[in-house]
């Protein structure tokens, strides 16, 4: 978003309804000329965006926020965590389910798996710890265990390293799970999403950012710190944010 768009936003969120003639005249207020011809395109730019509708011929309207993507947290999740905590209290522990990336994918397809990131010289510890509880749980599991032992459509446990810096959402309870940006980001980088990664990638962005709200510049700090900046940066162009 550029500052012009930015001081449309700002007076459709004061003005509800407005058309162009009384846009051109705020912008002027705030020393901002901007053509016709230009104020058109920004217009139309930002219906493709939602971040604007059009309400009649000529007449705009700034739309509802976006909702926030806040992931489920299931009685497994809290259960894992539990165990976890308990032999683990002073670790780091994200957990989040498959089934929270199954209703942006383009080829829909079962994910029953519930993800347990830790810090990376913790995993083998939360690896046993889960197995000796009874859990089929698999460690840092790649692409070739995945296929040789490994149906997404059944209950499982992936532990894996949890990247420095990444942003979750910490619970009351201690429990970390994951924002949207770090689900977008991961999905490219990780080797246990090798099946999602390329075209689907780019449909599973394109449906997130459609339904939830984005930050921005979270999205691209944690892109850059997984090495994938151009990849998403790519993406926002072709979905225009």
Do not use: W
């Not at 197995?131 to 296929?147: E, F, L």
């Not at 090798?194 to 689907?200: D, N, P, R, S, V």
């Amino acid at each position: 978003m550029n500052e012009i768009e930015g001081h449309i936003l700002d007076y459709a969120g004061k003005a509800g309804q407005f058309n162009a003639a009384q846009l051109e005249d705020h912008l002027r207020s705030v020393q901002r000329d901007v053509p016709t011809a230009s104020l058109y395109y920004y217009l139309n730019r930002m219906i493709k965006q939602n971040s604007l509708a059009r309400m009649t011929r000529g007449v705009y309207s700034g739309v509802p926020a976006k909702p926030e993507f806040k992931p489920t947290v299931t009685d497994d999740m809290t259960e894992l965590f539990s165990i976890l905590n308990k032999s683990l209290p002073f670790a780091d522990f994200c957990l989040y389910m498959g089934t929270e990336i199954t209703p942006f994918q383009h080829n829909m397809a079962a994910n029953n798996i519930l993800y347990v990131e830790t810090q990376r010289d913790t995993c083998d510890s939360a690896f046993n710890i889960l197995k000796d509880a009874g859990k089929m749980v698999y460690v840092r599991p790649d692409k070739d265990m995945i296929n040789r032992y490994v149906s997404l459509s059944e209950t499982a446990v992936f532990v894996k390293p949890l990247i420095s810096e990444s942003p979750v959402i910490s619970l009351d309870n201690g429990m970390k799970v994951p924002t949207l940006e770090k689900l977008l980001v991961d999905i490219n980088a990780d080797n246990d999403f090798f099946y999602l990664q390329g075209e689907e990638a780019y449909y599973i962005f394109r449906n997130a950012v459609e339904r939830y709200g984005i930050n921005e510049a979270r999205l691209l700090r944690y892109a850059r710190r997984r090495n994938l900046e151009q990849i998403i940066k790519g993406y926002m162009e072709e979905v225009g944010i």
